[in-house]
């Protein structure tokens, strides 16, 4: 079955909004230096489900079902995000402590020792006052409630 055009823009932002703050995400870590804490990942792998989700509705039936799962994944990380961000800005606690990341190989201990700290507390980077996780929690949330919007949306006959 064939979807309607909102739908359709509904399934590319469905894929599109995950695979392109993925992509910035990982290009912020691996280009810039900004390597993610405990919560940046909690983001993280909502994406990662919601572009699971939004390719699976390429193939396999019910698309549209896939579709809002796709969406509904997408919010829950923006809503990560704005817990995020509110622990960055000092509104309320964080459920986490800092996380560093150690890589495979070599002395264990001068891994450790010289693995970088990532404070989920402190935003290591910001455009206009507002954090990596801020900028998650607008694009993640308003595209998130686009998708649901477009596939509620009655096409005319």
Same mark, same amino acid.
């Given at each position: 079955?064939?979807?309607?055009?909102?739908?359709?823009?509904?399934?590319?932002?469905?894929?599109?909004?995950?695979?392109?703050?993925?992509?910035?995400?990982?290009?912020?870590?691996?280009?810039?230096?900004?390597?993610p804490?405990?919560?940046?990942?909690?983001?993280?792998?909502?994406?990662?489900?919601?572009?699971?989700?939004?390719?699976?509705?390429?193939? =396999?039936?019910?698309r549209r079902?896939? $579709?809002? %799962? &796709? #969406?509904?994944?997408?919010?829950? @990380?923006?809503?990560? *995000?704005?817990?995020h961000?509110?622990v960055?800005?000092?509104?309320?606690?964080?459920?986490?402590?800092?996380?560093?990341?150690?890589?495979?190989?070599?002395?264990?201990?001068?891994?450790?020792?010289?693995?970088?700290?990532?404070?989920?507390?402190? =935003?290591?980077w910001?455009?206009?006052? $507002?954090? %990596? &996780? #801020?900028?998650?929690?607008?694009? @993640?949330?308003?595209? *998130?409630?686009?998708?649901?919007?477009?596939?509620?949306?009655?096409?005319?006959?």
């Open positions: 079955m064939s979807l309607n055009p909102s739908a359709r823009k509904a399934q590319t932002l469905a894929i599109a909004i995950p695979a392109a703050l993925l992509g910035g995400a990982y290009i912020s870590q691996y280009v810039f230096g900004l390597f804490c405990e919560m940046c990942w909690w983001q993280r792998y909502s994406h990662f489900v919601a572009l699971a989700l939004g390719l699976l509705s390429m193939v =396999a039936q019910p079902l896939w $579709i809002a %799962l &796709a #969406g509904l994944a997408v919010i829950a @990380s923006g809503m990560i *995000g704005g817990f961000a509110g960055e800005y000092d509104w309320w606690e964080g459920l986490t402590r800092c996380a560093t990341t150690v890589e495979a190989g070599g002395d264990a201990m001068d891994a450790i020792m010289n693995a970088p700290l990532v404070r989920c507390d402190a =935003a290591p910001d455009l206009f006052g $507002i954090s %990596l &996780a #801020g900028w998650n929690f607008l694009i @993640s949330t308003l595209g *998130g409630l686009a998708i649901l919007a477009l596939l509620a949306r009655k096409e005319p006959a």
